[in-house]
């Protein structure tokens, strides 16, 4: 599916941010790192008509993660206090 995409390399992105902004509203944009894709910056209003489903994966992938660290018990909890947690997160 990435492959329907535009991809940029990391330098890429980082040295034309607002071209990768801009086109953004348009589909999203891959950025690859080492090859591969690392992330994908989509514009404000797809992610506005997408935010909740958007938020309640993000919510489910951490709890999997958490369920399977207590049920693996091979990870020694990270705790942040560097910045905080956005609302309805922390739960």
């Not at 790192?33 to 919510?59: C, F, N, Q």
């Not at 020694?76 to 309805?88: A, H, Y």
């Amino acid at each position: 599916m990435s492959d329907l995409y535009p991809h940029w390399t990391a330098a890429e992105a980082k040295a034309s941010l607002s071209a990768v902004m801009d086109k953004a509203g348009e589909s999203p944009q891959i950025i690859d790192r080492h090859g591969k894709p690392a992330g994908v910056v989509i514009g404000w209003d797809l992610y506005s008509r997408h935010r909740d489903e958007l938020e309640g994966t993000m919510k489910n992938w951490l709890k999997e993660l958490a369920a399977i660290n207590e049920r693996e018990d091979d990870m020694d909890p990270i705790v942040r206090s560097d910045r905080p947690v956005p609302d309805g997160l922390d739960s």
